[in-house]
């Protein structure tokens, strides 16, 4: 599976100033060039010398499989989202 994109995000309210957890949704392209959106929850710590980590807490495929290889790609993805500033920083009010 090929990763087209991640939007939908929305920042989800949390006390911790370095740990950021956001909700969106993944749009992939299959083996057989269908397109599957799965939601996605994912967090992005900052470390003490700035260097981001982002986990993968949940995502929803149904009956697709999800890979290690997937998941890592997910999170080279929103790395290069939050280095070009891509990711929201501000909680929407209807939270």
Avoid: C, W
Wanted: aromatic share 6%; glycine share 6%; no cysteine.
């Amino acid at each position: 599976m090929k990763i087209v994109q991640i939007d939908k995000l929305v920042l989800i309210d949390n006390h911790i100033y370095y740990i950021k957890k956001y909700l969106g949704s993944v749009v992939f392209l299959n083996e057989k060039s269908r397109i599957i959106r799965a939601d996605v929850v994912f967090t992005l710590e900052i470390g003490a010398l700035g260097d981001p980590n982002v986990s993968i807490d949940k995502i929803d495929l149904g009956d697709n499989l999800i890979t290690d290889s997937v998941k890592n790609e997910i999170k080279n993805k929103i790395l290069v989202m939050e280095q070009q500033g891509e990711l929201p920083g501000v909680i929407p009010e209807s939270l």
